[in-house]
């Protein structure tokens, strides 16, 4: 490689490095601002009502579904495996921990970033496509406070309740297959759960549904707020902030389950 | 009122405005017309500070834009109504609730007083029955109609407007036009309208002003535009393809459409100020 290669190289890398270095701080500028509008009156509540119902009351079908499904397929692999050791008893237990700590947080996150985390981005890059954002700041009005605070305090909200319900419809999805299918003792399943369950399990996965509801909302309005003009600008944000959002929830699991359990 | 001076201002290699002045006295309307993508909606950003120069000035009632704090800015830009090209209605909010938005959510003033004052403005944009309708349920010349009665209902000392007849039949764009016109009659607005509307802006501006290759290269009264001595402005009035100006095949894309946010400064972005 001769010199003026390596230099060019060395620019190049240089520039990305610069570039993604800006869009970070970006990305860090627009969460403080936001975070200082959600903070500080005046807030949009009735934005904020609709954006929960939107978020949370059109997602609980398919949470429900989809949580169901997770419950029976958690109880029908684990059972055997169990009653291999004479542990089938422990059924109860195995499906709620891991749903309560694990699946029932990261599954409903992923869910809502596909489901509104996406059509969120698509919206509020219309917006700033067909100059909507322009005409409120012509107004004398801060965007933030209209198009992501109330999605922010939304998202908040709503995912841990979406998550917790997650919960609930996976553990009778576990009982259906556990109980009703393989002839585990209801008692059992439901009693021993009571035993090994704690309080600090609970509020755990509460904490992760809580900071994944915060990293969709900062992920999709940032996504949506700094889109490209144009119909394919909006298509890019979109599947950009739903694969970013959907990898950012996985590793922020990993850090808060570290933290937390 | 308005005052642009020696304002450049490049998107990347792409330099769109080349050292552009313009004055606009108060009480005066001035056309600004050009070859599509020549900056005409670039410059009218520069106005409201929706876009900083790289270099020049913009004084609106005498004060430099870039030297303003956040609320001198915010009252400057409430004394300035602006019409988007595509409108910018909320789709979420009827033809009332968006005309009736920037009164909610910027002044005090109770729900009676800006009902009021609502169906005033939607009256003389001949749309006060349309006020439970949302914008797409709308045609091209309601949504444009719907604009100007949001823009008005501020009671704005001065007024942008950005290509109001764009892709509107003759019949409406002249409605429309009519319908500026009247209002300026009224109220002695100060403004820029951007337009191709020739020769119907003739009668609504005091001046033209004609932008090409980043520079002002005509300033007429209207009275002169309309037979310019100016070949530039002549030829764009006449729509003679034959003329001084040539680059009609490879005429840019409007910059303010195409390019990416990410040529503006990330810090500086309106959002984020």
Sequence with gaps: MDKQTGLRLLTAVGAWLLFRVARLGRAGVFFSRTLYCTATPPLKLRLTVK??????????????????FSGMVLALQAYPTLKQLGSEGFLGPLVALSLIRELGPVLSALMVTGRAGSSIAAEIGIRRTNEQIDALELMGLNPLRYLVTPNLLAFLVAVPLLAAIFDVA????????????LGLNAGSYFGEMGSYVRFHDILGGLYKSASFGLLIAWVCC???????????????????????????ILACDYFVTALVF | MICVEEVWKSFGPQEVLRGVSLDVPPGEFMALVGLSGCGKSVLLK???????????????????????SRRELEATRSRIGYVFQNSALFDDLTVYENVAFPLRETTRLGEGEIRRKVMSELEVVGLESAEEKHPAALSGGMVRRV??????????????????????????AGTILRLFASVHQRRHLTGILVSHDIPAIFGIVEKVAM??????????????????????????????????IQDIQSRREPPGRTLP??????VKHPGLK
């Design chain 2, 46 to 68: 520069h106005v409201v500070r929706l876009m900083e120069p790289d270099r020049g000035r913009v004084l609106v009632g005498g004060r430099d834009l870039a030297a303003l």
């Design chain 1, 170 to 181: 996976a553990i009778l999805g576990g009982y259906l297959v556990g109980v009703r299918l």
């Design chain 1, 222 to 248: 940032y996504k949506g707020y700094y889109t490209q003009p144009g119909s394919q600008g909006v298509s890019a944000a979109t599947t950009q902030a739903v694969v970013n959002a959907s990898v950012l």
């Design chain 1, 51 to 68: 954006q929960i119902w939107f978020i949370g009351w059109k997602s609980i079908g398919v949470i429900c579904l989809m949580a169901a």
């Design chain 2, 147 to 172: 604009a100007l009665a949001r823009t008005l209902v501020r009671d704005p000392d001065i007024v942008l407007v950005d290509e109001p007849t764009t892709g509107l039949d003759p019949i409406v």
């Design chain 2, 211 to 244: 932008l090409h290759e980043g520079r002002i290269v005509a300033l007429e009264t209207s009275a002169e535009a309309r037979a310019s001595r100016n070949p530039m402005l002549a030829q764009f009035v006449s729509g003679d393809p034959e003329g001084p």
């Design chain 2, 261 to 266: 946010l990410e040529m503006e400064n990330p």
